[in-house]
T-cell receptor, first 113, second 114 residues
Framework: DAMVIQNPRYQVTQFGKPVTLSCSQT?????MYWYQQKSSQAPKLLFH???????NEADTPDNFQSRRPNTSFCFLDIRSPGLGDAAMYLCATSRDVGLDEQYFGPGTRLTVT | GQQLNQSPQSMFIQEGEDVSMNCTSS?????WLWYKQDPGEGPVLLIA?????ELTSNGRLTAQFGITRKDSFLNISASIPSDVGIYFCAGQGYSGAGSYQLTFGKGTKLSVIP
């Protein structure tokens, strides 16, 4: 089945220690998104890639970076995680920007100690 | 920015009852999406709506795209225990400068009492 896969499902990192979360998709969608979701809140968009074009949200901290080496994979890098970065990180894809449905992966729960 | 008001925030219902939740906005949206999220999992797309006035069903779920394009509702008929979760509405609209934005409601937490 075509799907969005996130690894790992659970990640523990230390305060200030860089961490990378990964996402892959078999949908062959052009757009990949990264969201942050804190407890009891709606997902918050961090950035997205349309193909190789990177689009950062204005309020996304510089601490968060992303890479998309090819159509299938996208990575979220947190350069110096703080306690406030503990959250669920969701990857999503859509065929195009605009009016298309977004399909989410299962998420990676990040804990910062 | 665009904002969505989703209500109710939470609801407790008896198994077998029907459920209704809705989202309203002061902004016009071109697409409405309804998602269900289970604890520790990502949101799962339930229904997508593309036209004002559109009424779409998916099993026991029915959703409508409001005629003004500023609201949408989701109904669940004959609820069962596995309907438990958080339901999010999301509206997709033009946010300017050639970009589109998916705006989420704050979610409706549904609890079903067997």
């Amino acid at each position: 089945d075509a799907m969005v896969i996130q690894n790992p499902r659970y990640q523990v990192t230390q305060f200030g220690k860089p961490v990378t979360l990964s996402c892959s998709q078999t949908l062959n969608h052009n757009v990949m998104y990264w969201y942050q979701q804190k407890s009891s809140q709606a997902p918050k968009l961090l950035f997205h890639y349309y193909d190789k074009d990177f689009n950062n949200e204005a309020d996304t901290p510089d601490n968060f970076q992303s890479r998309r080496p090819n159509t299938s994979f996208c990575f979220l890098d947190i350069r110096s995680p703080g306690l406030g970065d503990a959250a669920m990180y969701l990857c999503a894809t859509s065929r195009d920007v605009g009016l298309d449905e977004q399909y989410f992966g299962p998420g990676t729960r990040l804990t910062v100690t | 920015g665009q904002q969505l008001n989703q209500s109710p925030q939470s609801m407790f219902i008896q198994e077998g009852e029907d459920v209704s939740m809705n989202c309203t906005s002061s902004s016009i949206f071109n697409t409405w999406l309804w998602y269900k999220q289970d604890p520790g999992e990502g949101p799962v797309l339930l229904i997508a709506l593309y036209k004002a006035g559109e009424l779409t069903s998916n099993g026991r779920l029915t959703a409508q795209f409001g005629i003004t394009r500023k609201d949408s509702f989701l109904n669940i008929s004959a609820s069962i225990p596995s309907d438990v979760g958080i339901y999010f509405c999301a509206g997709q609209g033009y946010s300017g400068a050639g970009s589109y934005q998916l705006t989420f409601g704050k979610g409706t937490k549904l609890s079903v009492i067997p």
